[in-house]
């Protein structure tokens, strides 16, 4: 690699080499003197990151300190190394302050197991023609991106397999810009490279976008298109069923030349929404909004008399689906809340009892 392309994965010429690095994580590093350096994680292997610096790709583990209090970095974080190189060892002691965090775990879980990925600027939610499509459930990945700080965008991958068929594809193409809102949706063909051209508005360098969505969607074989080489494995979806075969088992950064990154991401199975509820008011914005000329302000949309958006339906403005939609993904928030708080009073409870218990035992050692 050149001068030149390093100057442009980074957005300044005067900073370290990392993809993405500025001058607000240069800033946040600066607090660490001695024989630290930066990095950004690559990809995970149970307790090992692959992180790229500015000695290159490196392998490091965390700290006891950082393993203690159950931090761990994601791919896409910066990371701050201990730099033994003398003795051949890495190892990360602290994680950056994230940008934007992508998680899919519900909110009575407060590991970091869930997370899936940090520092992510676009998110590209992958979806393709046939049994893939289905609204509501983009309804649920447009909540979870909204509410991880990232910038939505829809793709409908697989446009040639509809080429030539009775099945026109732009009628569902239609009802998915109709939930979208201000989010652009492209319809493009991974494998047979066309409409890619209409992703250049979104591949600026030192930019970070995660591909997600199904197993067998082909996020996969955009990343492969997008690089010019088969980089990442890609495989046949089953025939009986359309649900991929989960291909891709390692989420992973990849720089393109121009200095884009990208995060490819196994396909996700289950999407559960955490913490969500600006994610909810962002994803429904057109019920947001007509909530506005509800007769009550507390307005539930349910039965209360002079509701805009019941008449919204009534008048065909919205679905009475998408209604369906929200309600089903408000009340999934509530019944997680509850059960985070639930969860949270389980896990002092343990707490106290074993002090309890360690009072006891050592009542009884003293008699
Ligand atoms: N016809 C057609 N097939 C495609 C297109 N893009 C991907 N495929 C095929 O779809 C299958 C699955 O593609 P992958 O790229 O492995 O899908 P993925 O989303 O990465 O799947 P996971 O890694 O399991 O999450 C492969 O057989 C691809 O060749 C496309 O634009 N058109
Ligand atoms: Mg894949
Ligand atoms: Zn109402």
């Given at each position: ?105 519900s ?62 594809p ?20 991974a ?59 390692v ?35 057109d ?15 349910r ?27 408000n ?37």
């Amino acid at each position: 690699m050149n001068d030149k392309d390093r100057d442009k994965m980074s957005n300044n010429s005067n900073l370290p080499f990392i993809p993405g690095w500025n001058a607000s994580l240069e800033s946040a590093f600066s607090a660490y003197k001695g024989p630290y350096i930066p990095g950004r994680i690559v990809t995970q292997h149970k307790t090992v990151w692959n992180i790229l610096t500015e000695k290159g790709e490196l392998q490091a583990t965390i700290s006891g300190a950082m393993r203690k209090v159950g931090k761990q970095p994601v791919v896409g974080d910066f990371v701050v190394l201990l730099d033994q190189s003398d003795l051949n060892s890495y190892t990360i002691v602290d994680i950056l302050p994230r940008t934007s965090c992508l998680s899919r775990g519900s909110a009575g879980d407060l590991s970091e197991d869930q997370l899936i990925a940090a520092n992510i600027d676009t998110i590209f939610i992958v979806t393709a023609v046939g049994h893939d499509l289905n609204l509501r459930r983009l309804e649920r990945y447009l909540t979870i991106v909204y509410s991880s700080g990232a910038k939505p965008v829809i793709l409908i991958n697989k446009i040639d397999l509809t080429e030539g068929l009775p099945d026109d594809p732009s009628a569902t193409i239609q009802e998915i810009k109709d939930i979208a809102g201000d989010v652009p949706v492209i319809a493009l063909s991974a494998l047979s490279k066309t409409n890619l051209e209409q992703l250049d508005p979104f591949m600026k360098p030192a930019e970070t976008i995660a591909l997600i969505g199904s197993s067998g969607v082909g996020k996969s074989t955009l990343i492969n298109a997008l690089l010019h080489h088969n980089v990442q494995k890609t495989s046949d979806v089953r025939e009986d069923d359309d649900k991929g075969r989960h291909t891709t088992t390692v989420r992973q950064l990849f720089l393109l030349p121009n200095g884009t990154i990208f995060v490819d991401n196994p396909g996700i199975r289950e999407i559960q929404l955490g913490d969500s509820s600006d994610g909810i008011d962002r994803t429904f914005s057109d019920i947001t909004e007509l909530a506005q000329n509800c007769r009550f302000k507390d307005c539930t949309h349910r039965n209360e008399p002079r509701c805009a958006v019941r008449e919204a339906v009534d008048q065909g403005v919205i679905t009475q689906e998408r209604l369906d939609s929200f309600h089903k993904l408000n009340d999934e928030l509530a019944f997680q809340a509850d059960k985070a708080e639930i969860g949270l009073k389980g896990v002092e409870k343990k707490k106290y009892k074993g002090i309890a218990l360690a009072r006891k035992y050592i009542a009884s050692k003293r008699q």
